[in-house]
């Protein structure tokens, strides 16, 4: 539902494209929330008020990353870029808000290795920017396709990267949150064990599990493991895009990681902010929740393509998993195929000389 577009805010011709606009232009208002085709950092200095966010939810861009080689002048190119955004971060959010960052990994060019460049992010917000970290989440995304293919597919030296880092920080150690707003269904083996009774004794690690095991409290305290095929296609948003012939973005969230950390971050009415908003999934997420929102995206392209998350009233039903969908993902233990006849050399030079076809 996109109740206002305020012509007076419109850009016009000579504005900048590719940089982001110098002022932030409102592209979509809700009733509860306002996106705007804008570079962050100058909006969250000209349009959020000192303390005034519960929830910074986002996932920066990554890319920068992939342009460099060797040494650490990744993470460093990165931090530096970084920064007036991490310090808008600590201004606006209240003292009990939350900063929650999806953050990819990244390879190095031309090289099996990894960039440290999250880690580095996650100390220099921790030590120069007095985050705490409240709790580091890894989403596992099931479909992720096998990459990067040169060390994966074709040398075979390396696993799939499925999991994302999701860093929760926050600017007290007791940020506002409750994990009763996350709970997850009794796995059929804890459902067995609340039938059949639990009786109190140690386990092989020295912990005394106590009777209170067995008590049934309708559902269970979820892992930081959170599980999320970004296979999701928002019809809406999509079928939007498409006839407006817009981009569709090609790194948006599946809405359930957004919808998460709302759930667990904030109350109705708290207010919720994307910096990096992309197509604007976590204004979404917001606005079908009642809590204010704020999105800021450089690039009005997707801006513009996020206003189709807005056309209709379906933005305030909720989205549940049908029955379709799989209730639950399994991941094998290891060891299933392992076995004793079945011995592949390593390779001695640590897969450096290509292998003439995979294998
Ligand atoms: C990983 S995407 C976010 C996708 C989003 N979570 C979604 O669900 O669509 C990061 C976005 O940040 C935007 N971005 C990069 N620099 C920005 C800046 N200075 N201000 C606002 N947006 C920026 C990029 O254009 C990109 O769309």
Redesign the pocket.
Not at 38 to 41: H, K, L
Not at 58 to 62: L, N
């Given at each position: 539902m996109v109740l206002s577009t305020p012509p007076e805010n419109d850009p016009g011709d000579d504005q900048p494209k590719n940089g982001?606009p110098q002022e932030p232009f409102v592209r979509i208002r809700t009733l509860y929330g306002s996106a705007y085709w804008?570079?962050?950092?100058n909006?969250m200095g000209e349009r959020v008020v000192d303390e005034s966010v519960d929830l910074i939810m986002?996932?920066?861009?990554?890319g920068l990353v992939r342009k460099k080689e060797y040494g650490n002048a990744d993470a460093d190119d990165y931090l530096a870029w970084f920064r007036p955004?991490a310090s808008h971060f600590t201004r606006i959010l209240k003292p009990q808000g939350s900063l929650v960052i999806?953050i990819g990994g990244a390879w190095k060019s031309g090289l099996p290795t990894k960039s440290l460049y999250q880690y580095e992010l996650l100390i220099t917000l921790c030590k120069e920017f007095d985050f705490h970290l409240a709790q580091e989440f890894f989403w596992w995304n099931p479909s992720r396709l096998p990459s990067p293919a040169e060390w994966v597919n074709i040398r075979r030296i390396r696993v799939k990267d499925a999991v994302n880092n999701i860093f929760w920080l926050s600017k007290t150690p007791w940020p506002k949150a409750s994990n009763r707003r996350v709970l997850t269904p009794y796995s059929q083996s804890m459902r067995n064990l609340l039938e059949t009774g639990y009786r109190s004794k140690k386990r092989p690690s020295g912990h005394d599990i106590s009777e209170n095991f067995s008590t049934d409290n309708g559902a269970a305290i979820p892992p930081n493991l959170l599980a999320a095929a970004n296979t999701e296609s928002n019809s809406q948003y999509l079928k939007y895009c498409e006839d407006n012939n817009l981009p569709i973005?090609p790194?948006?969230?599946p809405s359930v990681i957004?919808e998460y950390f709302v759930r667990l971050l904030t109350d109705p009415d708290d207010m919720v902010v994307?910096?990096?908003?992309?197509?604007?999934?976590?204004g979404e997420v917001a606005e079908r929740l009642g809590r204010r929102w704020i999105c800021?995206?450089?690039?009005e392209k997707?801006v513009l393509g996020?206003q189709g998350r807005f056309q209709s009233n379906d933005v305030n039903k909720p989205k549940r998993p049908t029955q379709r969908e799989p209730k639950a993902y399994n991941i094998h233990s290891p060891g299933l195929l392992w076995d004793d006849t079945i011995d592949v050399p390593l390779p001695e030079d640590g897969g450096r000389i290509r292998p003439s076809k995979s294998h």
């Open positions: 982001g804008a570079d962050s950092v909006l986002t996932s920066p861009p990554f955004f999806d973005h790194a948006r969230f957004p994307d910096p990096f908003a992309g197509s604007c999934t976590t800021g995206e450089i690039e997707y996020a």
